[in-house]
């Protein structure tokens, strides 16, 4: 088993930065990707982005050149900092990690709201 809790989030501005943080606890041996994905009423979960163990990174087209991923493997920790951010990126931002064993994980999620 492995928990995730995700920090940061809350509102910001067009324009603006904001920075999200998760920090994984548990089976923590077991995690090989961690990222983010975010969700709005009415619509499917998508991926923002994600990062391996070995620190290959993946991006959603919307986000890239905005958004950049990091990971602490010491503090079992992941990063997104949101720069540029659009009103569209307002969404519930929830914390992954995939394990090698093939199982998923979730945080709680954490809310981003981006005035224009």
């Known amino acids: 088993q492995v928990q995730l809790v995700e920090s940061g989030g809350g509102l910001g501005e067009a324009g603006g930065s904001l920075r999200l943080s998760c920090a994984a606890s548990?089976?923590?041996?077991?995690?090989?990707?961690m990222g983010w994905y975010r969700q709005t009423p009415g619509k499917q979960r998508e991926l923002v982005a994600t990062i391996t163990s070995g620190g290959s990174t993946n991006y959603a087209a919307s986000v890239k050149g905005r958004f950049t991923i990091s990971r602490d493997n010491a503090k079992n920790t992941v990063y997104l900092q949101m720069n540029s951010l659009k009103p569209e990126d307002t969404a519930v931002y929830y914390c992954y990690c995939g394990t090698w064993g093939a199982y998923a994980y979730w945080g709680r999620g954490t809310q981003v709201t981006v005035s224009s």
């Open positions: 548990g089976s923590i041996i077991s995690i090989n990707a």
